[in-house]
């Protein structure tokens, strides 16, 4: 799992995902994060792509994780140049096909000085409203359904005992 936070607003919010292992570190924030984190994707995605379309996938690096990756981009574009719009697509497009899958946090509203360059990307996003009892739109099936969100309860330790599991086994 990988996590982009440019601005460092969901810090406290991501904490427990690196407190537990499951991020093995903190989200990428500033410009530098956003175009190091999706630098390595991109070859990641580019490399794999090439080795399995010449059938040498052995022929990967050693250290080449092809174990499937999640991408999550918090409060999109903010911190993202015109190369780093162009990469995200090319790993909405290309990411999935080889493992590698996004999730964003953003709002298309922010995100309108990029015009009808992004109109593919959000169309093929399904998208989830952050207001409870709102409607969200299924791109694949189009159905609207009603959002729900899970909530932990308060004082709960539920969220932390499943991250540690999860968590436990990168750590070997």
Excluded: C, K, N
Aim: zero cysteines; proline letters at 9%; aromatic letters at 6%.
């Amino acid at each position: 799992m990988h996590v982009i936070d440019p601005a460092g607003s969901a810090a406290g919010s991501f904490a427990p995902l690196v407190g537990s292992g499951v991020l093995a570190e903190p989200p990428a924030a500033g410009a530098q994060g956003v175009s190091a984190v999706l630098a390595a994707l991109t070859q990641r995605v580019d490399l794999v792509q090439m080795a399995i379309r010449s059938r040498a996938t052995d022929a990967l690096p050693p250290d080449m994780d092809t174990a499937e990756q999640l991408l999550i981009v918090h409060d999109f574009p903010h911190g993202f140049d015109d190369r780093a719009v162009t990469q995200l697509r090319y790993l909405a497009d290309e990411g999935p096909s080889v493992g590698v899958h996004l999730m964003m946090v953003a709002d298309r509203e922010d995100a309108r000085a990029y015009g009808p360059v992004l109109d593919p990307l959000w169309r093929s996003l399904l998208r989830l409203t952050p207001v409870a009892d709102d409607h969200l739109a299924d791109p694949w099936v189009g159905h609207a359904w009603t959002y729900e969100p899970s909530m932990v309860p308060p004082g709960s330790r539920v969220l932390g005992q499943v991250l540690g599991r999860r968590g436990g086994p990168r750590r070997l």
